[in-house]
Structure formats: structure tokens, C-alpha cells
T-cell receptor, first 115, second 112 residues
Framework: EAQVTQNPRYLITVTGKKLTVTCSQN?????MSWYRQDPGLGLRQIYY???????DKGDVPEGYKVSRKEKRNFPLILESPSPNQTSLYFC??????????????FGPGTRLTVT | QQQVKQSPQSLIVQKGGISIINCAYE??????FPWYQQFPGKGPALLIA?????SEKKEGRFTISFNKSAKQFSLHIMDSQPGDSATYFC???????????FGQGTRLTINP
């Protein structure tokens, strides 16, 4: 089954404790992206990757890191989480050619609470 | 800076009625306009999408209307059903960039 998986689905942590949210896709997609969803703000892009070892900042990258060492995985790292990073996080993937727009497939989400 | 503005934030429609959600954009370089549907506890999923070379696209009960000169597009759900209750996001992207800019979302409730 074609899918994007995220782990964990729910996470409660404390300020300053480093955490990683994993994302994996089995569709051989080049493009992967992280979004955060907040009420009234929609989905905002944090970071994206167009292929292995190619990553770039989205609209709200502060406080986050990513890496793309393998095509299927795109982990999101919070080195020192703060309460304003409490949010619902989604990983997404899609084909990428630079010539067209493709459907993005979203994972089930990770609800993060930072106290 | 919200490049895609979506309204209303919430909408309640009776079963069988027409649900209408509107979006407006600023960037004239946008050339792909998808709508995503999100059920509680799930990730968004592509519902329907349109490019600016057509003014309307219909898939079943779902229709996108696009007005390029006004820089507006809307989603119409005909014969709305309780199973359509979800949050809907409009989005836009520039050709080849793959980056989606999302609207704020509309929580749609269809009353039986």
C-alpha cells in the first residue's frame, strides 16, 4: 500500500528536550516536505527536500532541522523545543520534475505538545 | 504573510444543500490550484485541482470555479452529504516549484 508514515503520532515533551519525528514514504517520491497545522493559519511549510541531500527552508523554518540521507526518509528534528512549537505536524511526499505540479500525499500527522 | 485567503472559516449546511468555499490569491505566478480534504485525525488528501487555462472543473458532486481576472477560485459541493463534513483547504503553487501555499482552512459541517 502506497503511504507516508510518521512516528510518533502523539508526543508530549518538555522545553529544551531534543526530539525527532520520523517520516518515511514507500512511493519512491523525490519531493518531501514538512508542514505544521495551526488553527486559523492553515498548513505552513517548514522545510522541504527535492531529492537526497537537497533540502531548503520553507516559510517557518526557525527552530527546526531536517536531513535527507535516503530517498524514503525525511526526519524532522527539534533541537530545543519550545511551547510555541506545540502543533500538529504533517509530512508529505510527491513526485518532482520541475516541469509540472503533482499531488502531495500526506502522512497521518504527529501531534506535539511542548510544556 | 498569507498569499491565499480562504473564507469562511466555518460553514454549516443542511444535507442536500450546496456548500461553497472561496479562496483569493495574490501571486499571479500561481498556476496550479488544488483543494485538499481533511477528516479528523487524518492527513489532508487531494480532492480536486484546476489549472488557470480552464474556468471550471467538475468531478462528481465537486466543482472548482476559477476566475483568473479576479484571482479567485471556489469549491462547490452539490447535494452535500454528512460524509462531506471535514476541513477543506485551498492551495496554490507555481509551475514546477511543487511548493504549496495553503489557505486557512474551512471546517464544513453537513447537518443530516
Amino acid at each position: 500500500e502506497a503511504q507516508v508514515t510518521q512516528n510518533p503520532r502523539y508526543l508530549i515533551t518538555v522545553t529544551g528536550k531534543k526530539l525527532t519525528v520520523t517520516c518515511s514514504q514507500n512511493m519512491n517520491h523525490e519531493y518531501m516536505s514538512w508542514y505544521r497545522q495551526d488553527p486559523g493559519l492553515g498548513l505552513r511549510q517548514i522545510y522541504y527536500s527535492m531529492n537526497v541531500e537537497v533540502t531548503d527552508k520553507g516559510d517557518v523554518p526557525e527552530g527546526y532541522k531536517v536531513s535527507r540521507k535516503e530517498k524514503r526518509n525525511f526526519p524532522l528534528i527539534l533541537e530545543s523545543p519550545s511551547p510555541n512549537q506545540t502543533s500538529l505536524y504533517f509530512c508529505a511526499s510527491s513526485l518532482f520534475s520541475g516541469a509540472s505540479a503533482y499531488e502531495q500525499y500526506f502522512g497521518p500527522g504527529t501531534r506535539l505538545t511542548v510544556t | 504573510q498569507q498569499q491565499v485567503k480562504q473564507s469562511p472559516q466555518s460553514l454549516i449546511v443542511q444535507k442536500g444543500g450546496i456548500s461553497i468555499i472561496n479562496c483569493a490569491y495574490e501571486n499571479t505566478a500561481f498556476d496550479y490550484f488544488p483543494w485538499y480534504q481533511q477528516f479528523p485525525g487524518k492527513g489532508p488528501a487531494l480532492l480536486i485541482a484546476i489549472r488557470p487555462d480552464v474556468s471550471e472543473k467538475k468531478e462528481g458532486r465537486f466543482t472548482i470555479s476559477f476566475n483568473k481576472s479576479a484571482k479567485q477560485f471556489s469549491l462547490h459541493i452539490m447535494d452535500s452529504q454528512p460524509g462531506d463534513s471535514a476541513t477543506y483547504f485551498c492551495a496554490a503553487s507555481v509551475r514546477g516549484a511543487q511548493k504549496l501555499v495553503f489557505g486557512q482552512g474551512t471546517r464544513l459541517t453537513i447537518n443530516p
